[in-house]
């Protein structure tokens, strides 16, 4: 069941960041509303803060069953869209690979059960791929897929693999008081995705300064207008906030008149 909730900042990012602080979520685990812009006033006179809606998936819902015993057949996952090559990667505060140098203990619980969430599933799929887990620096689970033609399991865009990752996430974190985060991934696939956002990101951010006029980019999912979000948010004369309802919700890259978040 969605959920939502209001925020207040001094800037749109401001706002979010404390949603996102209340939630203890992500970034790519919410969508996000600009209800009010920041407006700075003068001489401080006249200020008013920015004001977002933040909507997520209340983390109580219950969680489809695990690893059935009987497993059922399933739907064919659709083929993954190609991923365009990346050119220079950029920073964005979503690790896609795991760590290496943070092997996951012997005995832990909630390693334990991604393992065995993951391996139901992927055997409920049909697909022959072997979870790899590490954790981050961030306490963030990092979970590789790891086998020959997987791109089944990414889909187009990203979209089996997102499922994967909220399935998880559900399964796990389901009547837990603390939740953990879980990124799935497989043959690299979100590293790639991300520098072909961040190159998208750049290029209509040049158009945007360069013509002085707003840009919608065509619906993307949570996780990638949070790229796109984080790519372009120290960028000068540029803002971005997203727009619509899911699954058609677009990001906005706006001229921000000289003005900064």
């Not at 069941?1 to 979010?16: D, N, P, V, Y």
């Not at 006179?45 to 969680?63: H, L, M, N, R």
């Not at 920073?91 to 619980?109: K, L, R, W």
């Not at 985060?181 to 995705?193: L, P």
Request: include cysteine; proline fraction near 7%; glycine fraction near 8%.
């Amino acid at each position: 069941m969605l959920k939502w909730i209001e925020s207040t900042g001094k800037t749109e990012e401001a706002a979010i960041e404390a949603a996102l602080r209340q939630l203890g979520m992500d970034r790519d685990e919410v969508s996000v509303e600009i209800l009010e812009r920041a407006k700075s006033g003068f001489l401080g006179i006249g200020s008013c803060p920015a004001k977002v809606k933040v909507t997520y998936e209340a983390p109580d819902e219950p969680a489809p069953a695990a690893a059935p015993a009987q497993p059922a057949p399933a739907e064919e996952p659709v083929k993954a869209a190609p991923v365009q090559e990346a050119v220079q990667p950029a920073s964005v505060e979503e690790p896609a690979a795991p760590a290496a140098d943070n092997p996951v203990p012997a005995g832990d619980e909630k390693a334990d059960k991604i393992t065995a969430f993951l391996t139901g599933l992927l055997a409920h799929m049909g697909a022959s791929a072997t979870p790899v887990i590490r954790v981050d620096e961030k306490g963030t689970y990092q979970v590789e897929l790891v086998g020959q033609n997987l791109g089944g399991l990414i889909g187009r865009r990203g979209e089996t693999l997102d499922a994967i990752q909220q399935l998880t996430g559900y399964a796990v974190n389901h009547g837990q008081s603390k939740r953990v985060r879980i990124h799935v991934d497989a043959e690299g696939y979100r590293a790639k995705r991300e520098e072909s956002l961040v190159r998208l990101a750049n290029k209509v951010a040049g158009k945007v300064v360069k013509y002085r006029r707003n840009v919608t980019l065509e619906p993307m999912n949570a996780y990638e207008r949070h790229v796109i979000h984080t790519a372009l948010q120290e960028t000068p004369d540029v803002t971005t906030y997203s727009i619509g309802t899911e699954p058609n919700r677009r990001t906005v890259v706006a001229y921000s008149r000289g003005e900064h978040r």
